[in-house]
Structures are given as structure tokens and as C-alpha cells.
């Protein structure tokens, strides 16, 4: 029983799996808010990135995840480009902002479309924000009073549009408000319902930087709601008809760099955040936590230890030649130093013994580095040996000599 517990355990296992991923939950709304141009969730950005093709046919449509001045499909020697930002947090550097002013003084756009800007921005800009939320929860996914089946509205200028001015719809409050700008050079473009400024342009010299503080009007809920289409079109309309270049920017969503504390998430965290994966995870843990508990004491059946062969060749040979070398049959026993010799040289020196002859006298000569008089010696010794119909004792113990020679000298 004991052998089959891992099997049964195995068993167990794959039935559990098998279950988590067959069973499926109630479907729940997903109100994450994450703006990413890849998401389909009601708080993606995937419907609004799809349109901007249609809104800018003749234009190239890329995305960018580098910092200003590091940009790989961005170029600031040329002009009707436009880079669309839409993020949680807009927290650029002074190095950033100085680099994105003289981008678009060459004749480019910039909308900025975010939830809150940094202080280094708001200062740069010279205007103040009223906080409906705090950014920093909003990043670590921590949704302190937050509503995802809210409602809001969005106003837009009556001076610089067409009716409808007027948008609503009955998701996230995602929304916070300029409370203060400078009239010098900034005007006001939309506003929130409750008329608080939200959308202002500033002028430079040939092109134009857009503040937005309503992303959540770029999500895939609030485009495909009613007729909210519109919104995002007249937007867009703010915006060069013979662009030639829009690209949406993942570099502010995906870098929050405000000197804080980030969370790390690794592939553990992202197994447990899934309540399958989850329970998968800890009965497969639970399991192998029992194989081990039941198999580490299994005994292993003792293997004994084998002496190293040995060569008995030459201790066989000796004895059998004693045994002729009794008999007197010494004829006999030379035949069999002979086809020991012969076999001795095929196996060595790789050469054929079918002829003893001269030639092949040289050959052994060669390649076994020895005298050739000594092996014309050992093949006039099986000349004669093959001749003759007896040999005497001294003939063998010549033959015997020459041959232990040539072994010797190896």
C-alpha cells in the first residue's frame, strides 16, 4: 500500500487541479482601473487606442514607453506630431517638462490626460488641482471610497464647440478638477459638473499642450456608453487633422517615480492573486508536502562492491605452457607462442598476418619502433618451426627468448 501512496496522491492532485479550472466563479464586474491600451475591462483604454486610426486616417499610430529624450518613435526636429498621455499620475521631471515645452514649440502636440499631477508639474504650469483622490492609494490599487458604479458628467466650452456640450455616464468618479490657472497663458477648454475647470490648453509659439484631469474618459465604459463617442472626437478635433504621427505614451503609466516606495510583485503574488491558481498552488504544496513525509524514510536495497577485474591472461598462458613444456610436445607449444604473437600483432598494431614475409617485417618495424633484425629473427623462427616436424628444447627456449625480447621492449 505504502508503493502505491504516491500515485494515489498523483491521482488526487490531477482531480483537484481539474476541478479548480472547471469550476468557474459568478461572473464579477471588473473595476480595475488600469488605462492600459491593451485591456478590454470596462476600465481600459483598448477601445480608445482602436480609434485613433479612424480619427487621424493619414497618421502613423505607434506607442512609446521611453522617457522624454530618450524617445525611439518621437523625433524633436519635426513637427505635426502628437503625443497622447493618459495616466493615473503625470509625474514628470523638470527635465521632462523642458524637453516636452521645446517639443512643442517645433510644431507638436501634447495632451496630458491625468488623475493627478505632481507638484513639479502643477508648479511648472502654475496652476493648483482640487484632490477628489489620493494618487498614491490609487497606484498601490487601494480604492479607499471609491465607487466604480458612480456617476459623473463632463462639460465642454461652449465658445470653442459645437453642441452637445454636455456628457454623462454612470461610471467611476475618476475625475479631479484645476481649481486654479493662469490666465496669461492658459485657457479653459471643458469642465466638470460642477463647473470646475478640467481640460485647458497652452499656447506656444506652433504648437499646444492640453491638461486634462478626467482619464477615465478615454476608458472603454464611459466611450461605449450612449453617445459619449463624441467627447473623445471632439477631443481629437483639438487636435491637426493632417497629423502625421499620434503616439500613446506607457511610459508616465507604467513609471511612477515620485521618490516613493514601490511594491514588487513577483510570480508568486501573481499565482496567489487568482483564487484558482491560488488553490491550486497549495494543494499541489499540500501534496508534495505528503510524498515527502511518506517517501524520505524509504530504504534503497544495498549494492555490494565489485573487486576490479584482473588480467589472468598472462598467468593463463603460463600455465598452459608448463603443461606442454612437460609433455616435451615443444613443437606444440612454439605453434602456440606463434598464434599468441600473431594475434598480438593484429590486435595492437593493426596489421595483417596473413603473408609473414619482409614486407611485413618492415611494417612491424615501423610501427612498433623495434629492431628489424630481431623481427626477422622471430619470423625465421616460425619458418622453421612450421618446416620442421619436431624442434628440440633449445629451439623452443631461443624462440620463447626472442619473442619475451620484443614483448620486453614495448
Known sequence: MKKLLPYIGLALLVVALAFLFVYKQPHRFDDRITLSNHDKIPYGTYAAYNLLQKEFPHALIETNRYAPGEWKTLSNDSLKQVLLIITKVFNPTEDDLDYLINFVQKGNYVFVSALQ????????????????????????????????????GFNLDSGSFKNPFSYKFPGANFTNELSKTN??????????????????????????????????????????????????????SLLPADTKKVVWDNYYLYNYHDNKPQQQHGLLSVILKYDNFRWAFWVALLFLLLYFITEVKRKQRFIPSYAKPKNDSLEFVTTIGDLYYEKGDHKNLAEKLTQYFLDYVRSNYKISTAEINSVFANQLSVKSNKNISDIHAIIEYTHTINLSDAITQKQLMDYYEALENFYKKI
Open 117 to 152: 499631477m505632481t507638484t513639479t508639474a502643477t508648479k511648472f504650469f502654475k496652476l493648483k488641482q482640487m484632490h477628489h483622490y489620493d494618487y498614491d492609494g490609487l497606484m498601490l490599487g487601494v480604492h479607499h471610497g471609491f465607487n466604480p458604479f458612480d456617476s459623473t
Open 183 to 236: 490666465s496669461a497663458f492658459t485657457y479653459s477648454l471643458g469642465y466638470s459638473s460642477s463647473l470646475n475647470k478640467n481640460l485647458v490648453a497652452i499656447k506656444s509659439i506652433n504648437g499646444t499642450i492640453f491638461l486634462h484631469t478626467a482619464p477615465v474618459v478615454f476608458t472603454n465604459f464611459f466611450l461605449l456608453y450612449e453617445d459619449n463617442r463624441q467627447y473623445f472626437e471632439k477631443l481629437m
